[in-house]
């Protein structure tokens, strides 16, 4: 039997920054598509939209207290192994990701935050 769509709603609801961005990245992969919004279309007006979009870089400036829960956030967002994301931590303030668009990355410096770590957006 099929799941209804507010039953996947509330089941996504439930779920924890991370575990989102993980079942995100696995529809992406499994379907073939990005969830990535689509450029505006040439000729648009409005110069702000355009620097909204423009790709930002994705900085850990401080870890906290809750290291292992910046890793898991930092490997859930670059797809790094265990070694590789704990060197990034490890080396903070570190570039995390670079370009990626500013709702991606605004939704990656939460689950940096929300695991108990400061991150910039630049």
């Known amino acids: 039997m ?3 769509k507010e039953e996947i709603l509330d089941a996504i609801a439930e779920m924890s920054v991370i575990d989102i961005v993980d079942l995100i990245e696995a529809m992406e992969e499994k379907f073939g598509v990005s969830a990535a919004a689509p450029a505006a279309a040439a000729g648009d007006a409005g ?7 423009a790709p930002v870089d994705i900085h850990l400036t401080e870890v906290g ?8 956030a930092v490997r859930a967002i670059t797809g790094l192994g265990l070694k590789d994301a704990k060197a ?11 370009g990626v668009n500013k709702a991606e990355a605004d939704e990656h410096a939460k689950a940096l935050q929300d695991a108990g ?6």
Do not use: W, Y
């Open 2 to 4: 099929a799941l209804s």
């Open 65 to 72: 207290d809750k290291k292992v829960d910046v890793i898991k």
């Open 88 to 98: 990034l931590v490890d080396e903070a303030p570190s570039v995390i990701k670079e």
């Open 117 to 122: 770590a400061t991150a910039e957006l630049k």
């Open 47 to 53: 110069g702000e939209a355009e620097a909204d979009d």
